[in-house]
């Protein structure tokens, strides 16, 4: 049988500038007839091209904008075997380009106006038993909620662990705003003021009589240059009860190595202002460092109560999420109490059967002739599949 049913009816040329009418360009076919199996699987998909795309005017013009792509096969023969190796071989392309190589199945997806049948339903037909097709459909099913169900788990783990996680974020935030609230009040209850409202730096450094912000100053810059802790923290001196230290800790700084000399004010927590750099070139400043360390306290408070706001919010949907049950799980059950019927059906039918006598050969002869439909018809919207049994002509062959 010819591969097209149609020829272009009309002359076409190559190329514009050439001039020249030719019918090597076909504008599409109405359908075509597949006679062998190819070795690749692109083959099988290719050669049907011309008549599956867009623009096929024969098909539109002639064929109510249909195509017939029609394969020939033989029941129970190598063609079987020749669409096993070819759906093996389209797995492993799969696998390969999707990077999937560890995946235990793989979804080909199914019969439609679009993709045509796949190898495993091809299988199927060839096999002889319509069994087998139920059998690959329902696993099939199976794999796509087993695949919806481990979505869902891993959805729901996520879930709990964001759950877990900014559950502790909140009790930790509330620990950090009761203790910091705790240091503010305290130094409200203590510290002092001038006429004007301003507290007063009342800083106390050890070793200095001074009271001067100025002189105070300085040695704490004298501090900062040569003290060595050796990453412990040394007190050097106290601000309204409020110890205040010092830590030495190795650094490096353009690929050289130096000590940086870090202070802090101590309460409940330690509190830092400029990350616990003094200002080297202005000694007032660095005598008031402490106290503004103290002063920020009530901003650190409103950022943990911000983050608490916003934990507040997730927090509910987090849980309801992670509340939530599967609700397919039945289905699932059902559907594999149905596969594993067919299986144990499928394997008695496979099973050798034992030595009948003539009769009973002829009985079952005359069955099978019975339940063999004359005609069966099954109308794909792209493709069609035309199996022979061995033995019988072309012309008997079984349309489905």
């Given amino acids: 049988m010819s591969r097209s049913l149609h020829t272009n009816r ?41 008549g599956v795309r867009a623009g096929n005017e024969i098909a539109k013009h002639f064929a109510e904008n249909n195509v017939d792509i029609i394969i020939y096969a033989v029941e129970k023969s190598l063609d079987s075997y020749k669409f096993n190796l070819l759906h093996c071989k389209q797995t492993f392309i799969s696998q390969l380009k999707s990077g999937a190589m560890g995946a235990r199945t793989i979804d080909e997806g199914a019969m439609d106006e679009k993709s045509g049948m796949n190898f495993s339903e091809y299988m199927a037909l060839l096999s002889g038993n319509t069994d087998l097709l139920d059998k690959a459909k329902l696993e099939k099913r199976i794999a796509s909620l087993e695949g919806e169900r481990k979505s869902f788990n891993k959805g729901k783990r996520d879930s709990e662990f964001k759950l877990e996680s900014k559950t502790g974020e909140l009790r930790n935030n509330t620990a950090f705003i009761e203790a910091m609230t705790e240091d503010w009040n305290r130094f409200l209850s203590v510290v002092q003021t001038d006429k004007e409202g301003s507290r007063l730096n009342l800083v106390k450094v050890d070793g200095v009589d001074s009271t001067d912000e100025k002189v105070i100053g300085k040695r704490l810059q004298e501090i900062a240059k040569n003290a060595t802790t050796g990453g412990l923290y040394k007190a050097v001196g106290e601000l309204y009860g409020f110890p205040i230290k010092v830590v030495s800790e190795r650094t490096l ?148």
């Avoid at 190329?15 to 199996?37: F, I, M, Q």
């Fill in 253 to 400: 700084k353009e690929g050289l190595e130096f000590t940086d000399n870090r202070f802090v004010v101590e309460g409940n927590y330690k509190y830092t202002y400029n990350n616990g750099h003094l200002a080297m070139a202005d000694p007032i400043a660095a005598a008031r460092n402490f106290l503004n360390a103290l002063e920020r306290i009530p901003t650190i408070i409103d950022q943990y109560k911000s983050k608490n706001e916003v934990l507040e919010k997730e927090i509910p949907q987090l849980q309801e999420i992670a509340g939530k049950v599967w609700k397919k799980e039945d289905e699932l059950k059902q559907l594999k109490s149905e596969l594993a019927a067919l299986d144990r059906k499928i394997q008695l039918e496979l099973a050798p059967a034992q030595e009948n006598t003539e009769e009973n050969r002829q009985g079952n002869e005359k069955k099978q002739t019975e339940q063999q439909p004359e005609s069966p018809h099954v109308d794909f919207v792209r493709s069609h599949l035309i199996i022979g049994r061995p033995g019988l002509s072309e012309s008997k062959g079984v349309k489905l």
């Fill in 10 to 50: 009309d002359f076409e040329k190559l190329e514009p500038y050439e001039g020249k009418p030719s019918r090597t360009v076909l504008r599409g076919e109405e359908g075509s007839n597949a006679l062998d199996l190819p070795d690749r699987p692109s083959d099988l998909q290719q050669r049907d091209g011309r």
